[in-house]
Structure formats: structure tokens, C-alpha cells
């Protein structure tokens, strides 16, 4: 058990084929990996709708290279480490929202990513039936706060006949199960990422209070700081 908040942080090196422009490889001097959402009114719990919420357990960094922070960069990482778009793009039930405390208020989930069982096409079909390990983004870009930085609620669900709930101890074991697929080298599409992780403390609260489903959560959060090696390719 954790007495205080404890935060793992990632940091992902990503080698592409593809050509990416210096100013997109490049990182603002000013650059800060996150910044508290409680410290700009903000929580570390989104909106689930039901009068509580889930916890976001998992950061990647605003100092990660600015392609990776992109829509269209968090899934193909996601893509790298098993996880995917919803099956046939279809989401059912509302968004969830959350206020980052920078400046935006509570802003709707930009993109919810589910296991895909090694099958980045379909796999995530075969998820929304048995249940398995899913997150949602948010991005930190208000004009308080603006690191840049992904927010994710990471989670373990139950299967289509138990209503998607939340499995026993499902934010841990989502988290941490996450960490584990994200550690070390992964690719796809082109893109290689190198992983580690490290624990920072005291950035979250642990308990259940306020938490969806009432589940218990230990008091640390992952971020990933993600930074991209170019290479240039010549014809």
C-alpha cells in the first residue's frame, strides 16, 4: 500500500520513417511536462456522469515530442502498445469530461482507445464484448495552463452482460497493465518507441471518495514524457 501519491513517468523515444517537419520534432524552451489540476480549480477525477468519476491515472507529458501529443500521434502509440479505435468507430453512451484546471473548464474526452488483442483493425470489437483495458484523453491546452500534456483514465471493464462496469480494483490494474504493455520498445506503422517509467509522490489523493463505482484507487498517477528521434530519410 501507497501512504503517499506516487507518479510514474514514462518516457517513450519514438524513431519514424515517415518525414516529420523540423518545427513539429521541435519542443518549446518553456515546455513543462503537466501542470496540477488542482492548483488551477481542476480535478484529478473527470466527470462520469453518474455523480462520480475516474481517476486520470495516467499522464503523458507535455515535454513528449509534439507529434506523439497529436490525435493522430496518442493512437498510433496506442496502436503500439494494444490498443485501438472503437469497434467500427462507434461509441455507445455519453462522454465523459474533465477539468484539467487550465482555464477551459470541463471539456468532453477527446478520443476513448480500447484493447484491441493484438488486431488494431478489429480487436477492439472483441473488447466491447469481453471487457478489457481501455482509456479515454484528455488534452491540457488552456490559455492557464497550457502544458500540451494527455491526461488518460485508464481502466479494466467487465464484459457486455455485466453493463461494461468497472472490474474489482479495475483503475489499478488498468493503469498497471497499461505500464507494463508500455515499458521498453514497441512500434507501429513505422514509429519505434523506447519506454521507461518513473514514480514522482504526492500528486493525487488515494481513496474512493468521489471515484466512480466507489472502487478504491492507489494515490499515484503515470506520466509519459515521449520525445521523437527524427530521421531523415534521403531518395
Known amino acids: 500500500m501507497f501512504a503517499g501519491s506516487i507518479l510514474f513517468a514514462f518516457t517513450l523515444l519514438a524513431t519514424a520513417t515517415a518525414h516529420v517537419t523540423s518545427r513539429s520534432a521541435r519542443r518549446d524552451i518553456n515546455a513543462v511536462a503537466f501542470f496540477d489540476p488542482t492548483q488551477g480549480g481542476g480535478s484529478w477525477l473527470d466527470n462520469a456522469g453518474s455523480g462520480g468519476g475516474e481517476p486520470l491515472n495516467v499522464v503523458i507529458s507535455g515535454l513528449s515530442s509534439p507529434a506523439v501529443l497529436t490525435d493522430d500521434g496518442v493512437v498510433n502509440f496506442a496502436r503500439a502498445i494494444g490498443f485501438s479505435t472503437e469497434c467500427f468507430g462507434i461509441h455507445i453512451g455519453d462522454p465523459q469530461s474533465a477539468n484539467l484546471g487550465d482555464g477551459n473548464g470541463a471539456v468532453n474526452q477527446t478520443i476513448e482507445l480500447r484493447q484491441d488483442f ?74 519505434t518507441y523506447s519506454t521507461t517509467a518513473q514514480r514522482l509522490v504526492n500528486q493525487m489523493p488515494a481513496g474512493a471518495t468521489g471515484v466512480n463505482h466507489g472502487l478504491y484507487t492507489f494515490s499515484w498517477v503515470t506520466m509519459n514524457a515521449l520525445t521523437l528521434v527524427l530521421l531523415q530519410v534521403s531518395l
Not at 488486431?119 to 490559455?143: K, M, W, Y
Not at 479494466?156 to 515499458?183: C, W
Open 118 to 191: 493484438g488486431n488494431a483493425d478489429i480487436g477492439t470489437c472483441l473488447e466491447s464484448l469481453i471487457g478489457g483495458n481501455h482509456f479515454r484523453v484528455f488534452r491540457q491546452n488552456g490559455p492557464n495552463a497550457n502544458s500540451g500534456a494527455l491526461f488518460l483514465a485508464v481502466s479494466k471493464e467487465e464484459n457486455v452482460t455485466e453493463g461494461h462496469t468497472i472490474s474489482e480494483d479495475g483503475y489499478n490494474v488498468g493503469r498497471d497493465a497499461l505500464v507494463d504493455a508500455a515499458v521498453g520498445t514497441t512500434s507501429f506503422n513505422g514509429v
